[in-house]
């Protein structure tokens, strides 16, 4: 897959579908396959454009929650076979582009959209002032073609990103599962960290996450992935660890059984079952003695 960090790179026609995708939901899915059919009966490349970082991100601070960082929306949308993303950095200059010169410069000139598939729904450019019939209007002139899509329902509800990161917040891993057609997982380099858990028993690998991921924060049941494919079994804390003052989010996962040195490979984390939320203790010994009955508890949820 192809990755577009700006508009201007882009060298082929394309058809394309727009939006956050955050999550890539089954309703996303279903859009991107609608692309691929299409992208694939024309011979043009397949083509997702979204926005880094999410427009409300950038424009609501604190920022909203999200589901995916960056690294698991490439890989995934990898792993759709989608030809290119086009992720383009969302500023306060594409805040306060006007739509048509969206649709003229971007769409057309830059990305040379011939087909593009959104929702009806769909708002964008300055003050969301640009919408699916200025879309066909702007398209129909220019030889863009402009398909609706159709919502996907799950029990008479609509998927949709906000659904999975309540769900998530909720840590309703099983609802999560539903909507994104997967487990859910996050991923990263294994980064070293403060090296207490190692003094209290229960080294940990440490994965940088983003302050903003939806899931809600607590200690779960986890399932690691190496690169190679290769699974094991562990527990993970997601939080800031505030009994030692921890000031940025971490997933710190214990391992059962393992004991090799993996700093700078990559891993994914797939939490399974949620243990109980994240705490504060007065000392490391109460705090050893609660990992020691989470482990036991994780293990038992993991046979």
């Known amino acids: 897959m192809k990755l577009l960090r700006s508009w201007t790179h882009s060298s082929q026609a394309c058809i394309a579908t727009i939006g956050n995708f955050d999550g890539l939901h089954l309703g996303h899915q279903s859009v991107i396959r ?14 997702v454009i979204s926005f880094e970082p999410l427009p ?42 006007e739509p048509e010169a969206f649709i003229q410069d971007i769409l057309l000139n830059d990305l ?21 019939q200025l879309l066909q209007t702007m398209g129909a ?9 159709s919502t996907l329902l799950h029990t008479n509800d609509r998927v949709s990103s906000t659904w999975v990161r309540q769900a998530l917040a909720q840590a309703d891993l099983d609802t999560v599962k539903t909507l994104l057609g997967r487990p859910y997982s996050l991923s990263g380099r294994v980064r070293h960290g403060n ?23 607590g200690v779960y049941a986890v399932q690691a992935y190496r690169a190679s494919g290769a699974r094991f079994k562990g527990i993970a804390n997601l939080g800031s660890r505030p009994t030692v003052n921890g ?16 700093y700078g490979q990559h891993w994914t984390i797939e939490p ?29 949820l993991l046979h």
């Open 141 to 149: 002139q220019q030889g863009m073609e402009v398909v609706q899509t």
């Open 195 to 217: 090296k207490l858990g190692r003094t209290i028993g229960f080294p940990t690998l440490n994965l940088r996450i983003p302050d903003n991921i939806a899931l809600g924060k």
């Open 272 to 300: 399974t079952a949620f243990i109980r939320a994240e705490q504060r203790f007065d000392s490391f010994e109460l705090l050893k003695q609660q990992i020691k009955l989470d482990v036991e508890q994780a293990r038992s």
């Open 112 to 132: 040379q959209v011939r087909a593009l598939v959104v929702g009806d729904d769909f708002r964008f450019g300055r003050k969301r002032r640009g919408d699916y």
């Open 34 to 47: 609608q692309v691929q059919d299409k992208a694939s009966h024309l011979g043009l490349a397949s083509t």
């Open 247 to 262: 000031l940025e989010s971490r997933l710190e996962v214990h391992l059962f059984d393992f004991a090799e040195q993996i």
């Open 56 to 97: 409300a991100e950038y424009l609501r601070k604190p920022p909203p929650s999200r589901i995916l960082p960056l690294r698991d929306k490439l890989i995934y949308l990898k792993s759709l076979g989608v030809n290119q993303l086009a992720c383009l950095p969302f500023n306060q200059a594409l805040a306060e582009m």
